[in-house]
């Protein structure tokens, strides 16, 4: 296990304030939400920074954290010293016993305390509660979405043994995935969330679907995009040309007079939704290369052949 | 656990099928109804316009009196657990207030309709 320096993480001194580790634990929450960064790490990064202010933030587990001295340097390898916390209280307050979203290192300092008093407090709760729900996402090929799909998926679940200890259980589900699926869309599986609490019922299990970036497509809501690349004389005479398409290859008439960009459609051939989805193919030309003698005459006599200025009206 | 969790299961897709009550979007959500409340009031969030003749379900046509029994007839759609969920987590992770969820999820509304047009034109 290695030692994680708190204070780094949210880049204050071993002796700043409350208020300061506070406004640094904002702003770097800001900088790493993942529903708002677009910081490669940035769902890691959160998490850290979540950690560490759960420690700082509270004086009973900062006090308990600086008693194990400042000699410690981020990454070294750790174990808690024996009895490295004699003395202290935890009162466990907003712990949401999740777990699983914490480090080692923060497990093996704070888990099983925090545990023993969240326990503590939901025995007193006797009342038969519904299990949490959960959410975990999904990725799928956008050829999944026309077809539907079977996908096993592997769930972590920690959960508490009889001597306090934290296990992760892990379980695979297979999950059918409808045809006309859309990314960000949800599945919800009932009863495969989080265990009741005094026989309660389980939570429910949310699935929220995403597509594998595939450099062939790109989706917007039900439609989908490719690119059509066009030989200059085939966007200029118009003519029949294969599309590939999620579903396979069809043909697909271009108009005479075809420029770049132009969306050619394919009416219903997008995400089988309902209603379905377009298919768009966007033109581009592709020149080709004029090498041998024969090929640069061609591309001359052209020239002579066309009164054209591609700069006129700039 | 291990052998029933092989039979594949299905369920309903959320955005399309499902109408939630505040009970089960607050549950979604891992928030409580009066964090729920209280982004309906904002207007992040609305429930579904009452189709019937029954009683106005709208919260900003709701006598606040008469709040606690209209929230019981409350429905949303599937499409609102995105959003709720988004709201959620900002206000818990970021201690933004409602006002300031508002403000956020308008921006990111806004960014994600820019990023999709630069992704349909493939940039």
Same mark, same amino acid.
């Given at each position: ?24 634990? !904002? ?6 939400? $993942? ?9 890691? !990064? =959160?998490?850290?920074?979540?950690? +560490?202010?759960?420690? #700082? ?22 174990? /808690? ?13 907003? =712990? ?8 080692? =290192? ?88 989080? $265990? ?18 595939? $450099? ?5 809501? !039900?439609? @989908?995009?490719?690119? #059509? ?11 029949? @040309?294969?599309? !590939? ?8 008439? @271009? ?16 995400? /089988? ?7 768009? +193919? ?6 080709? /290369? ?7 005459? +061609? ?16 | ?9 299905? &369920? ?17 959500? &891992? ?8 982004? %309906? ?6 429930? %579904?316009?009452? *189709? ?24 949303? *759609? ?21 006002? &300031? ?9 806004? %960014? ?9 034109? &493939?940039?």
């Amino acid at each position: 296990m290695k030692f994680r320096d708190y204070y780094e993480i949210l880049g204050v001194e071993r002796n700043a304030t409350q208020d300061e580790i506070k406004r640094a634990y !904002r702003k770097l929450a800001r900088k790493y939400h $993942p529903d708002v960064s677009k910081e490669p790490d940035a769902e890691a !990064r =959160f998490k850290e920074v979540g950690e +560490a202010h759960e420690v #700082l933030r509270d004086p009973e587990k900062r006090a308990a954290y600086d008693r194990m001295g400042e000699n410690w340097r981020a990454g070294q390898d750790f174990q /808690p010293p024996p009895n490295w916390d004699a003395g202290f209280e935890f009162s466990g307050g907003d =712990f949401d016993g999740g777990a699983g979203d914490y480090s080692d =290192f923060f497990e093996a300092l704070f888990g099983s305390r925090m545990r023993q008093a969240h326990a503590q407090q939901r025995r007193a709760q006797s009342m038969p509660r519904q299990g949490q729900d959960h959410h975990a996402k999904v990725l799928i090929d956008l050829e999944d979405a026309y077809r539907g799909a079977r996908r096993s998926i592997r769930l972590a679940m920690p959960t508490v043994d009889a001597s306090g200890h934290l296990v992760t259980q892990e379980r695979e589900l297979d999950v059918n995935i409808p045809h006309g699926i859309r990314a960000g869309q949800h599945l919800r599986l009932a009863g495969q969330g989080g $265990p009741g609490i005094g026989n309660g019922p389980p939570g429910d299990l949310y699935l929220e679907i995403e597509f594998r970036e595939n $450099p062939r497509w790109r989706v917007d809501g !039900r439609d @989908v995009y490719v690119d #059509l690349p066009l030989a200059p004389w085939e966007a200029a005479l118009g003519a029949n @040309v294969p599309v !590939r398409t999620p579903e396979g290859s069809v043909e697909l008439t @271009v108009p005479p007079n075809s420029q770049a960009g132009r969306k050619l459609r394919l009416r219903g051939k997008g995400i /089988p939704s309902r209603p379905p989805g377009d298919l768009y +193919a966007v033109v581009s030309i592709a020149l080709p /290369p004029a090498s041998t003698d024969a090929q640069k005459e +061609a591309w001359r006599t052209m020239a002579k052949a066309f009164d054209f200025d591609p700069r006129a009206g700039r | 656990m291990s052998d029933e969790s092989r039979t594949p299961v299905q &369920g309903p897709v959320v955005e399309e099928q499902i109408e939630f009550t505040l009970m089960e979007l607050s549950r979604a959500c &891992g928030a409580d109804e009066e964090q729920i409340t209280a982004l %309906i009031v904002e207007g992040v969030i609305e429930p %579904i316009e009452s *189709s019937g003749a029954g009683e106005p379900r709208h919260p900003r046509r709701t006598n606040p009196a008469a709040l606690p029994a209209a929230r019981a007839q409350w429905r949303f *759609s599937g499409t609102a657990l995105r959003r709720a969920r988004l709201a959620t987590s900002l206000a818990r992770d970021l201690e933004v207030n409602p006002p &300031g969820v508002a403000l956020a999820l308008d921006l990111i509304d806004e %960014i994600e309709a820019l990023r999709a047009m630069l992704h349909r034109l &493939g940039r």
